[in-house]
């Protein structure tokens, strides 16, 4: 619950929100991290309900879903549309496929911005085991030069819902179609959502298959061994969507796990 009544009186979650908002507040602003997804809606009217000064950017990976994209440009007007240097898929033909050990694309797609700034994150302890080491305000485990203010760190999912429908904050659609997390598509973590995503936007599947095609084609002039495994690239993306049948939680904004 946001509200608590404790021994030592009330504790209200989301004036203690504000407050650390406005305490840790650097002279240029914050930089705020918007994923799109549920926590960062939360943030996002947190930060504008306290009055600090901050920018607002969203890290785009150019394979979220197409909902989260219009959502972003509809309701979080003010969020700057950051865009990468060259598209998850192209780079992928370079780099090879992520897997769940293997995610070089987060470092790449989900961490970048906010050098030499206090980013404000939706990052909880609720949402994983890794996640309860976090602290509410930290530095950057690959730059020193960029801090980390988690100011909803303390809070549950219930609390999150609670807020959101509480102050009638705009949501992605997605959630009340059965997604419990809004992320990139076909995510090495996502389990079985893998496939009910694969059945949604078959088009979208029909460009990755196309890429993989160039990661198979590419792996098979250079004489890697390990690709006769599969007789094309269709056979390759398959195999790869199967391949992590372990199901996890992943992070919307991973931040250097």
Not at 21 to 39: H, I, M, N, R, V
Not at 165 to 175: E, I
Request: aromatic share 14%; proline share 4%.
């Amino acid at each position: 619950m946001l509200i608590e009544n404790r021994l030592d009186g009330e504790y209200n979650k989301v004036d203690i929100a504000i407050e650390r908002l406005k305490t840790f507040e650097p002279k240029e602003g914050y930089w705020l991290a918007d994923s799109g997804g549920k926590d960062s809606c939360v943030i996002l009217e947190l930060a504008k309900m306290s009055g600090v000064k901050f920018d607002a950017h969203h890290s785009l990976t150019t394979i979220d879903p197409p909902e989260l994209y219009y959502f972003i440009r509809d309701y979080h007007k003010e969020t700057i549309i950051d865009h990468p240097e060259i598209p998850f898929l192209k780079l992928m033909v370079k780099k090879g496929f992520p897997q769940r050990q293997r995610r070089w694309c987060c470092a790449v797609y989900k961490e970048r911005g906010g050098e030499g700034r206090k980013v404000i994150t939706g990052i909880r302890w609720e949402e994983s085991n890794k996640r309860r080491q976090r602290r509410m305000v930290e530095t950057c485990m690959r730059s020193k030069k960029k801090t980390y203010l988690n100011v909803i760190i303390d809070w549950t999912e219930k609390d999150v819902w609670e807020f959101i429908h509480k102050y009638d904050v705009p949501y992605c659609k997605l959630y009340d179609e059965g997604f419990k997390r809004i992320g990139c598509l076909f995510c090495p973590m996502a389990g079985k959502m893998r496939r009910v995503e694969a059945e949604r936007y078959p088009r979208i599947v029909k460009i990755w298959e196309n890429y993989f095609q160039k990661l198979y084609d590419k792996n098979k002039s250079e004489g890697k061994t390990n690709v006769d495994r599969w007789k094309d690239g269709k056979a390759m993306f398959w195999w790869w969507m199967d391949n992590n049948r372990k199901s996890h939680n992943p992070d919307q904004l991973v931040m250097f796990e």
